[in-house]
């Protein structure tokens, strides 16, 4: 069997994400030279194959990414109660008798970012946007930490009812007002990801070939989302931070958001999202989606490795070329 030191990230596609520099900068800082963590594109039709493989193939871990977290859960041979309850994992161990165990750090890492808002009530009242993955390990996580009261909007109102109904939430049909305000759409993207070559991604991972990220000919840290649309991946550019058409999206206003004392946003880019933009205006305290990266990633890594993660290290790695200030 081959030595198992493999770390990874499964997505599709996966290019974009900052964890193999998050994560690589975290084993590097305790000179674990024998690990590495790469990016694993692997097609939805391939998931499954792809995945129960990775054990035998030196894989001790590997981070789950859009759109697989649902069918990480599904075939995970072990679950905690947190991945059940939510419904999808980001976080799976391979064991060295070949079984599958599944987490979600998605919730407790949203949970520990919220420690950097100073003030923050300890049972504050949350409206959480969107109804999405994200979304449900986010009301989840608010809920088991104590908020007074947890809200759900989404563009599609009758996915809020459902996982409101789900997880015991509150679906309202326009934002409410709020102690703290959480974005878990995907509005915000600077640069959709309209699709990846997927004949690339697929000789890199779907052909049961688990080479080295850069071997595959995938970077570990992929094309930027501000990148020109060209190659591989094709970027539309959506919309610029000072744009309101993002807020509208969320049926916010730029006053509006004044109303949050707390925004958070999973939304992750090299500069700040239009709704990071109003509520700094606004005097918010606020998170960004590259903090609530490395809490899940810093949580996965421990699970992995049994040592404490190197937090600073990580935020600096998921940080390199930001300018979101
Ligand atoms: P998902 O399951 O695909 O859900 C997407 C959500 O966004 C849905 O509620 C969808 O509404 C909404 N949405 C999409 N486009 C919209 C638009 N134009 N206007 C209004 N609502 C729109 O995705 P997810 O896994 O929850 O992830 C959501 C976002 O969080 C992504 O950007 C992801 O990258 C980010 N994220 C970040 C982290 C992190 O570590 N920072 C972790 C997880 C996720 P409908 O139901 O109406 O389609």
Known sequence: MTERRRLGVLGWPVAHSRSPAMHNAALQAFGMEDWR???LPVPEELFAETVRALGAAGFV???VTIPHKQAALALADRA???ARAIGAANTLT????GTIAAENTDAPGLIAALGQLAGLPAKPSALVLGAGGSARAAVWALKEAGAREVSVWNRTPERATKLARELAARAVSAPERADLLVNCTSVGLIGKIEGPDRS????????GRFGDASEAGVSPIGPRFDQPASGRLRHSLERSASEPAGLNQLGLTFDQVGEYPYVVDLVYRSDRTPLLVAARAHGAGTVDGLEILVAQGALSFELWTGREAPRDVMRRAARADDDSG
Request: net charge negative; aromatic share 14%.
């Open 80 to 82: 905690s109660d947190a």
């Open 94 to 97: 391979f064991g060295p008798d």
């Open 61 to 63: 871990g590997a981070n």
């Open 200 to 207: 690339r991604e697929t000789r890199a991972f779907g052909a």
């Open 37 to 39: 963590y790469q990016a």
